[in-house]
Each structure stands twice: as structure tokens, then as C-alpha cells.
């Protein structure tokens, strides 16, 4: 559509009323090709050539900040600016001029014209003038997506796109989680990638589309923020589409195609946001119930409304996030955001809530099935599978530490399985990677005894222990700290240990004998053993 429609042109009917031109009289004729909503201070990395770009103005706090903003609109190939007046009245005259400077068109938004209406009246003149244009396709079936819940619509969405223009595109999270396909199943390994690739481009800040080689194929990333616009630069749920192609080299149709999918999808996100919203709810008020000590009674009813309907018996089980290294504001949040992406597309929704130092998910699923004695189960394999994908942006410079519970069947034993993640989440707390996901099972064993001493003391234990070994090694270029975990891992058999070594049986007793005689302990007996095999797992 051009812009003069919005003023009103004598095409299917008058323009739409609420909207002023205060800039631009002899620009009325630039095409516009798509609508976007944004109040961020450099919204470039979301910006498509020909955008009607709506505002708020939420980015201005000064008369400087025009010029800035404007630069980046006309860099980015925008066809025209549309400034709300509910919030600010009067559109300030340095925007009015940054506006004339740069030849961008800028309209004045009423207060009674909402940016909803707005974008709905250009969103129908752009597909009734391209009725014969690829967009038909999406616009045909944009009510599917808007009514699919949990994104399913998407799947079909992107298959039309498939079979329409022969070209697959894919909609991935930053865990590497696949949201929707409209092509093969992409692996594990390749969704990975792509994540931790977006996640890089986006950090540095590099133009939309990014483009992405592997194993011999092209794919460009592109950002999906809310469907307001907006998109949390720190929030590790961003949501992208993979399309496998170079879409810079695409024609100008197929580049429309592309940002109206962009902002479908962007829509499906919408709306597994506001479901995850309403189950943090439920599950704000299943732990104030617990934290009040009420009667299980009344929790087991409360937890009735999330109860699968199709299922027979429901067990529940917590898992707990923590990120040590943010203001506990941002730690809560984004600890909440890795949880229920983690755990999305399960066969039963978790509820998921911020609180007090992290998050907590309260995850339904079946009873549990015998397991290998320290196997872990079902939920930890997850957590551990989803967000090693993260590993490369987290170590950006934060941890993050998971704790998950056993499963209860009654209501009366919750309190104590959340007191039993939050304990898992300290042992992880205990150990050096930047993602850590300890399960219940591990709490069997000794670590669990080893995250409940204070650090000093542990410390002191394992320097007595082993300081005069890596001494020793340090000034002789020996071995011999590693020559007593092998020793160790072989439950003392001298055969298995000297093999494993690759040395001469007299060699390994030579150096046990150094180990004996700087530590004063005798690895015959039983209960040194125990103390070196404990000083070892605290390294």
C-alpha cells in the first residue's frame, strides 16, 4: 500500500481517521511493506525495508535522542514513522525536525487510534492489494495461527511456505529446542549450533538476517521479538527462524513473505507466553500454600486444575534455578525463563514461578519406572540435554545451577521434595561448571554429605591431604595426585592400576610409598582410603 491510504485516497473507502501528516507531503506515494511496533532505543536488528514503524516514544528521554532514533530508522530502509499521542500529547518538535532533516514521513497517532486498529487497517490493505502475491498464503491462513495453541498452527504455516516456494525454514529456541518445522527434522547437534550462533551474532550486534554456514549449508537467523515489538536482550527464551537460504538475495515479494512470517511467528510466541503466564500463577499459589503450611488437602485441589485430564495417576516433582552471578531481580528472572524453556513441549505443562533466590517448576508426569541404581531420571536427563545447548552463552560470564527432586504422589509429601531440589541446587552450587543439574539420585551418595560442610573446612581437609602431593609433583614433574585417583578408581588392585598406568608394578609401588610417606597415612587401611577418595572428589 502506499501512504497516502492512510490519509485516505478514494481506494476502497477513506483512510482511517485518528492519524495526522506532519511531515512528508511530497513522500505520500513510498510503498509500504509491512507494519512494526517498537519503543526501543535501536530497534535496527527488527527493522524491514518499506516498514511503517509505530512509537510510543518509550526510547526518548531528551531532545537528543531524536536525531539518534531517526538515523536508525532511515538506515535501517524504513518508509515512514507513526508517533502515538496517548503518552506524550504533542509530538515534540525535535522529532518533528529530525523527521524533516532525514525525509522520513512522520504521522501523529491520535489518542483515540489504538496501534492495534493501525496495524490492522495496513495489514488488510497490503493483502488485498497483493491478493495474487505469495503473502496470500500466509494471510490465508493467519487465523489458523492465531487460534493454534502452543504454536502447532506454526507447523503448518511453515509448511505452506515449504511448498509454496520450496524453501525450509524452521523456528528454533536459544536452547536449541525446536518451537515448529516447515522442513525435515533438523539434528540435535545442527539446532545447537544454530542457537549458539544466533545467540553470538546477536551479542555482537551484526545486521538481521545473520548468516550462518555448516556442513556445507546456508541458513539465515532471524530475531522473532514479541508481537508489541519488543525483545529482552538478555532473556535466554528468544525464539528464531532458521530459513535454509541466503534470504538477502531473495526478491522483493519472497523478502515481504519473510518479514510477514517473521511477525506470525512472532505472534504464536505471544501466545505461549501468555500461557506460561497463567500457570506461573498456579504455581505461585501451590508454593504460598506450602510456604503457609497449609493442609495438603488444599493443596492437592489446587493442583487438580493442572492435572493432565487423560492421565491416571499424577506424580509431581521440583526443580529449582539458581544464577549466582546477577542481581537477584535478573537471576529470578531469567532462571524462570531457562526453566520453562527447558521443560517446554512436554507431554504435561510444568508450572514454573520466580522465587526467592531463583525459580521453581513444579513438573506433573506418570510414576516412575525402576531404574538403575544413580541413573539419573527422565526430568534431569532433559534439563541436562536442553540446557547444554547454553553452555557457550552462559559462559559469557554467569552459572547456572539446577536441582531436581524425586517424585511424590501426595500432596503431603511437596514441602519436602522442594526442600529436596533446593538441597540438589546447593550440591550443584559445589561444582565448576557454568551449567550444573544435580538429581535426586546423587543425594544418596556422598556428595551429598560433601555440599552440607562449609567450604573452609573443605578446603583445610583437602590442602592437608593433597598439598604435599602437588607439591611434590609441582618440583619433581611427578605424578603422583594422579597415580593415587587411579590407584583409588582400581579399589587398590596394584595389577589393574600398574596397567592402567602403563608402568611396572614395583614403579607404582614406589610412588604409593612417596604418598604414604609425605601424607603420614597408609593406603592399607580402609578409613585413609576414605579420606583420600573424599579429598579428591572436593578438588
Known amino acids: 500500500m502506499r501512504l497516502r491510504a492512510l490519509l485516505g485516497d478514494g481506494i476502497a473507502g477513506t483512510g482511517i481517521p485518528?492519524?495526522?501528516?506532519l511531515v512528508g507531503q511530497g513522500e505520500l506515494d513510498?510503498?509500504?511493506?509491512?507494519?512494526?511496533?517498537?519503543?526501543?532505543?535501536?530497534?535496527?536488528?527488527y527493522l524491514t525495508a518499506g516498514a511503517l514503524v509505530l512509537t510510543g516514544m518509550g526510547w526518548r528521554s531528551g531532545?537528543?535522542?531524536?536525531?539518534?532514533?531517526?538515523?536508525?530508522?532511515?538506515?535501517?530502509?524504513?518508509?515512514?514513522?507513526?508517533?502515538?499521542q496517548a503518552e506524550i500529547g504533542d509530538i515534540p518538535a525535535d522529532l518533528v525536525q529530525a523527521c524533516e532533516r532525514h525525509h522520513l514521513p512522520l504521522f501523529a497517532v491520535e489518542e483515540e487510534l489504538s496501534f492495534a486498529h493501525l496495524t490492522e487497517f495496513v495489514i488488510r490493505r497490503i493483502s488485498a492489494e497483493r491478493a495474487g502475491d505469495l503473502t496470500a498464503v500466509v494471510d490465508r491462513h493467519r487465523r489458523l495461527v492465531q487460534a493454534?495453541?502452543?504454536?502447532?498452527?506454526?507447523?503448518?504455516?511453515?509448511?505452506?511456505?515449504?511448498?509454496?516456494?520450496?524453501?525450509?525454514?524452521w523456528v528454533l529456541s536459544l536452547t536449541g529446542r525446536q518451537a515448529a518445522a516447515g522442513g525435515p527434522e533438523l539434528a540435535p547437534e545442527l539446532r545447537v549450533k544454530m542457537a549458539r550462533a544466533h545467540f553470538a551474532a546477536r551479542e555482537?550486534?551484526?545486521?538481521?538476517?545473520?548468516?550462518?554456514?555448516?556442513?556445507?549449508?546456508?541458513?539465515?537467523?532471524?530475531?522473532v521479538p514479541e508481537a508489541g515489538g519488543s525483545a529482552d536482550p538478555d532473556a535466554w527464551g528468544d525464539w528464531f527462524l532458521a530459513v535454509e537460504d541466503d534470504v538477502t538475495d531473495w526478491p522483493d515479494r519472497h523478502q515481504t513473505l519473510l518479514g510477514e512470517l517473521v511477525r506470525l511467528v512472532s505472534v504464536g510466541r505471544d501466545r505461549v507466553e501468555d500461557q506460561r503466564r497463567r500457570t506461573r500463577r498456579l504455581s505461585e499459589d501451590v508454593l504460598n500454600l506450602l510456604a503457609a503450611g497449609a493442609d495438603p488437602?488444599?493443596?492437592?485441589?489446587?493442583?487438580?486444575?493442572?492435572?493432565?485430564?487423560?492421565?491416571?495417576?499424577?506424580?509431581?516433582?521440583?526443580?529449582?534455578?539458581?544464577?549466582?552471578?546477577?542481581?537477584?531481580?535478573?537471576?529470578?528472572?531469567?532462571?524462570r525463563v531457562l526453566l520453562e524453556e527447558a521443560l517446554a513441549d512436554q507431554p504435561s505443562a510444568a508450572l514454573v514461578s520466580a522465587t526467592g533466590p531463583g525459580a521453581v517448576a513444579l513438573i506433573p508426569g506418570e510414576p516412575p519406572?525402576?531404574?538403575?541404581?544413580?541413573?539419573?531420571?527422565?526430568?534431569?536427563?532433559?534439563?541436562?540435554?536442553?540446557?547444554a545447548a547454553l553452555e557457550g552463552p552462559i559462559a559469557s560470564g554467569v552459572r547456572v545451577h539446577i536441582g531436581v527432586s524425586a517424585r511424590v504422589a501426595r500432596a503431603d509429601g511437596l514441602r519436602g521434595a522442594l526442600e529436596e531440589a533446593w538441597h540438589a541446587g546447593r550440591i550443584a552450587a559445589t561444582r565448576s561448571g557454568r551449567v550444573e543439574v544435580v538429581g535426586h539420585a546423587e543425594l544418596a551418595s556422598h556428595v551429598a554429605l560433601l555440599a552440607a560442610v562449609p567450604e573452609d573446612v573443605r578446603r583445610a581437609f583437602r590442602g592437608r591431604l593433597l598439598e604435599p602431593l602437588r607439591a611434590y609433583d609441582a618440583s619433581h614433574q611427578a605424578d603422583l595426585v594422579g597415580t593415587l585417583e587411579v590407584f583409588l578408581d582400581c579399589d587398590g588392585s596394584w595389577t589393574r592400576c600398574a596397567a592402567r598406568l602403563h608402568v611396572h608394578v614395583n614403579t607404582l609401588r614406589y610412588?604409593?610409598?612417596?604418598?604414604?610417606?609425605?601424607?603420614?597415612?597408609?593406603?592399607?587401611?580402609?578409613?585413609?582410603?576414605?579420606?583420600?577418595?573424599?579429598?579428591?572428589?572436593?578438588?
Open 18 to 21: 485518528g492519524i495526522r501528516l
Open 30 to 45: 513510498r510503498a509500504v511493506r509491512a507494519v512494526m511496533t517498537t519503543d526501543l532505543h535501536d530497534p535496527s536488528r
Open 63 to 84: 531532545p537528543e535522542d531524536s536525531e539518534r532514533f531517526v538515523r536508525v530508522l532511515t538506515g535501517g530502509g524504513a518508509t515512514a514513522l507513526a508517533a502515538g
Open 148 to 169: 493454534a495453541a502452543g504454536g502447532a498452527g506454526l507447523d503448518g504455516v511453515l509448511g505452506l511456505i515449504a511448498a509454496d516456494i520450496d524453501i525450509h525454514c
Open 204 to 223: 555482537r550486534r551484526a545486521r538481521v538476517p545473520f548468516r550462518y554456514r555448516v556442513d556445507g549449508r546456508s541458513f539465515s537467523l532471524l530475531p
Open 297 to 335: 488437602v488444599e493443596v492437592a485441589a489446587r493442583l487438580r486444575v493442572a492435572e493432565p485430564d487423560d492421565s491416571g495417576e499424577t506424580c509431581w516433582q521440583f526443580a529449582t534455578a539458581t544464577i549466582p552471578d546477577l542481581p537477584s531481580r535478573d537471576a529470578r528472572r531469567l532462571a
Open 369 to 387: 519406572q525402576d531404574q538403575e541404581g544413580g541413573e539419573p531420571d527422565p526430568t534431569t536427563r532433559l534439563l541436562r540435554e536442553r540446557l
Open 511 to 539: 610412588r604409593i610409598g612417596r604418598i604414604e610417606e609425605l601424607t603420614g597415612r597408609q593406603l592399607a587401611r580402609l578409613e585413609d582410603k576414605v579420606d583420600f577418595f573424599l579429598a579428591l572428589k572436593l578438588r
